[in-house]
């Protein structure tokens, strides 16, 4: 990453006058339903407890939940089953994980803690268990996690409205360089970086102001995108609680209000298709992983539902 920090507000205007300019001309946006084809869960009460974040492994397909309680972290194989190991002492643990990612090939375990306002980095040892090697500060509230690489991957700050860049030292994970991609934002959380064009979605959740927001960054950090009530875009009254981004570039959209999961192309173009439209109760999280398998977090019966989408 190199270049200056952006604000969200240097390319709003220029978006929208682009809008204003194109609409004439613009084809209408295209929606219609694309169905996914629910094929496995895992979980439920007792085996989950409220889980937030989820992550998958693209190297072994294994995933990784963050939740409430004493197992704060859940790790599953692909099919499901538990991975065998121990969690980190208990002075080691997060105080409250909001969200994981899985970086170093599946070595590294990345998690943000609301409790102290930390980026915690967890090391997969011999048998499978768990070592904190790293706690960096100096936050305001690090929310939203995604990996764009092995070493690197994207954070978002609700409290201080930025989009940061972390690369991690590798093998072990003991120190990590940040870079300021924007700042400006209001409120962000959920963040998906395509690793095949290396566009980063950010969803920010203005409260009061407005609903959701989908605004996506490209690979120099420059807007080029924003999805929001304002105008006629897809993402128009989405309660968006969840994000990922499959193996085109295009965004996956979870909506916790309506507990459906929609479809957005990719920046370049004008479409949008509902995926899921019932058998959700409260979608928070969703990860994307080979084979067209849509991965998703269901906090209202504390399950992860796996999908096929073709």
């Known amino acids: 990453w190199s270049g200056p920090v952006s604000r969200a507000a240097d390319c709003l205007p220029l978006l929208q006058l682009a809008e204003l300019l194109s609409s004439a001309a613009a084809e209408p946006l295209s929606t219609g339903t694309w169905p996914a084809e629910l094929s496995s869960v895992f979980g439920g009460w007792g085996e989950l407890l409220n889980p937030r974040g989820l992550a998958v492994c693209c190297h072994s397909g294994a995933l990784a939940v963050v939740q409430d309680g004493e197992q704060w ?62 706690t960096e500060g100096g936050f305001g509230l690090p929310w939203g996690l995604d990996c764009g690489s092995a070493e690197r991957l994207a954070l978002t700050d609700w409290a201080q409205g930025s ?47 407005g609903g959701r927001r989908l605004k996506t960054f490209n690979s120099r950090g420059h807007l080029v995108r924003q999805l929001d009530g304002l105008g006629r875009s897809p993402g128009a009254g989405l309660g968006i609680s969840g994000i990922a981004v499959d193996g085109q570039g295009n965004v996956l959209l979870a909506d916790g209000d309506s507990g459906t999961v929609v479809w957005v192309s990719g920046p370049d173009n004008r479409q ?39």
């Open 73 to 134: 972290l859940r790790l599953l194989e692909w099919g499901g089953r538990p991975l065998p190991g121990l969690g980190p002492s208990a002075d080691e643990r997060p105080v409250y994980p909001l969200d994981v990612a899985v970086a170093g090939g599946g070595q590294l375990l990345v998690v943000t803690d609301a409790g102290d306002r930390s980026v915690k980095v967890f090391a997969r040892r011999p048998g499978g268990r768990l070592e904190l090697v790293l």
């Open 163 to 209: 989009l940061l860049l972390l690369d991690l030292q590798l093998p072990g994970g003991a120190s990590l360089r940040r870079d300021s991609v924007c700042h400006g934002l209001c409120h962000p959380r959920e963040v998906a970086v395509s690793r095949r064009d290396g566009c980063i979605h950010v969803v920010e959740h203005p409260g009061s102001r």
């Open 272 to 310: 949008c298709r509902t995926l899921i439209e019932r058998g959700l109760v409260r979608p928070v999280a969703l990860a994307w992983a080979a084979d067209h398998t849509l991965m998703v977090l269901d906090a209202g019966d504390h399950t992860l539902k796996v999908y096929t989408v073709r």
